[in-house]
């Protein structure tokens, strides 16, 4: 896991560190939730949030009108999207201020996801999860 540490704090992120993503484990409960052409999100830290993705194209950002809300000003109202394309996930940013990284890595074009990447969004940090 040591390609997730990096220093994120120039643009102003804490850093990921292998006990932040070593705490977040799974569950049977939400094994249970992931479904045949479906994924979940939970968003890395003490509340573990999860949001379902089952929809063929699903917003995240902080606007009320989109599918995985993420409450901060360092997210963008529509800062990225997640399409269900041919049993993959995919996912662009949407033009956000401070961008969309899978696995510490900035996205700049639609970026297959696969169960276990790293999207950090803002100040958050979420687990991708597919069955």
Do not use: W
Request: net charge negative.
């Amino acid at each position: 896991m040591a390609e997730f540490i990096k220093d994120a704090t120039s643009i102003g992120l804490p850093k990921i560190t292998d006990s932040l993503v070593q705490n977040m484990k799974t569950t049977p409960e939400l094994d249970a939730q992931i479904e045949e052409n479906a994924a979940v999100l939970v968003v890395v830290g003490a509340n573990e949030e999860r949001f379902l993705i089952d929809k063929d194209v699903s917003k995240v950002g902080r606007s009320e009108n989109v599918d995985v809300f993420l409450n901060s000003h360092s997210v963008s109202r529509e800062h990225a999207e997640i399409e269900r394309r041919n049993g993959e996930f995919i996912i662009t940013d949407l033009g956000s201020l401070n961008g969309t990284y899978v696995n510490m890595q900035v996205i700049e074009s639609p970026t297959v996801l696969r169960s276990g990447d790293n999207i950090r969004i803002g100040k958050f940090t979420l687990r991708f999860l597919c069955g």
